[in-house]
């Protein structure tokens, strides 16, 4: 039997308007542009205004993707969000969306992986595509991170920004494009060096964002170069074939450290760190968006996914766009 693959139909993405700068937030911690530009790459991020919740950005970034594929949401029979900034407890922010989108069939749950997120989503899609349980996805990640920085702690409130982007998922019978293959890790012993200090079951608050930036910095090179390893020898591709490396944006120091160990040359490597900063599940798609408008991803072009946040929850995915 043929094993059909999963293309990518579609994709798109939302900034909210509001830009914060690091001169804007040197004005209330002790902190400069010169550390975080140095420290970082970040220069500048987007925050959500007081009116917009995450749905709210997953929905503009899905009308988005829906239009790159001339597609509506009646042809729409999934929606995966990934998200850890839900608009609610409980609905789903995938169920917020569907509703947005004026959707009365199919299904729509969320997947928390942190920073990791829209990799793991794109899997969970995926493979229910494969499978034949429903025949075309819709796959958000969409995060207002600002929602829950300590902007007391100069040490993370720095680092993160607000965003979504999308991608459309559809079955195709040319084995050799979309979505090839993953690599998906967890080890939630880790979980003290990136948390929250808060959540329902245990203060009935949301927390704090707390990391051990230096120590998270060491896991996130090593174990991300090992899970793209590991994903290029299963799927027997040579590094050089790669056009474009999309990492998550945590960090432009993490972003060529990966690069320069798997001996990617700087010249392919996605980097939107400086005008987005980290937006946890939003980044590649956000990252994938603006190298499809500014032209270098094009179609057929072979690109490296990777992402690594809390949990650690870490993973690499190879897609034919
Ligand atoms: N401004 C000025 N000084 C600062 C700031 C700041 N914003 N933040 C920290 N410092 C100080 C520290 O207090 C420290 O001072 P000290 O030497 O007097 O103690 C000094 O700068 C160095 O601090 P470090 O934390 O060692 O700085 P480092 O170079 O490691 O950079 C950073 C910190 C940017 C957080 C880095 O460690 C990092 O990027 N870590 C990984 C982030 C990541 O990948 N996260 C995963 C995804 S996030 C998620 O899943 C939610």
């Known amino acids: ?169 559809e079955k195709t019978d040319d084995n050799a494009a979309g979505l090839l293959g993953y690599d998906l890790r967890c080890e939630g012993r880790f979980t003290p060096l990136l948390k929250t200090t808060g959540g329902v079951s245990s203060t009935r608050t949301s927390g704090y964002l707390r990391m051990e930036g230096p120590a998270v910095f060491k896991h996130a090179v090593t174990k991300i170069s090992n899970s793209m390893a590991r994903l290029l020898e299963r799927e027997e591709i040579e590094i050089d074939e790669i056009d474009w490396f999309v990492p998550h944006q945590a960090n432009q120091r993490i972003l060529e450290g990966v690069a320069d160990k798997l001996k990617i040359s700087r010249e392919k490597v996605v980097s939107t760190v400086a005008r987005h900063g980290n937006t946890s599940a939003a980044s590649v798609p956000l990252a994938f968006h603006q190298a499809v408008l500014d032209g270098r991803i094009q179609r057929g072009h072979l690109c490296l996914l990777e992402a690594l946040g809390g949990g650690l929850t870490w993973g690499s995915a190879l897609v034919r766009f």
């Not at 542009?33 to 009116?51: C, H, L, Q, V």
């Not at 999934?78 to 900034?85: D, E, M």
């Not at 989503?121 to 300590?150: C, H, P, Q, W």
């Open 1 to 169: 039997m043929t094993q059909s693959n999963c293309r990518v139909a579609g994709q798109g993405a939302y900034l909210p308007e509001r830009v914060l700068t690091n001169a804007d937030i040197s004005a209330f911690v002790d902190t400069s542009d010169e550390w975080i530009r140095a420290r970082t790459g970040i220069s500048e991020r987007r925050i959500a205004d007081d009116s917009q919740n995450t749905s709210d950005l997953g929905y503009e970034a899905a009308k988005i993707a829906l239009a790159d594929a001339g597609l509506d949401a009646d042809d729409i029979d999934l929606i995966v969000v990934a998200t850890t900034t839900p608009d609610l407890v409980f609905p789903a922010t995938a169920a917020l969306i569907q509703d947005r989108l004026g959707m009365r069939h199919g299904a729509a749950f969320d997947v928390q992986a942190v920073c990791s997120g829209f990799i793991y989503a794109l899997a969970v899609a995926d493979g229910l595509l494969k499978g034949g349980v429903f025949n075309r996805a819709l796959v958000i990640g969409a995060e207002t991170m600002s929602r829950i920085l300590d902007w007391e702690d100069r040490s993370t409130c720095v680092l993160f920004g607000d965003g979504a982007g999308a991608w459309i998922l």
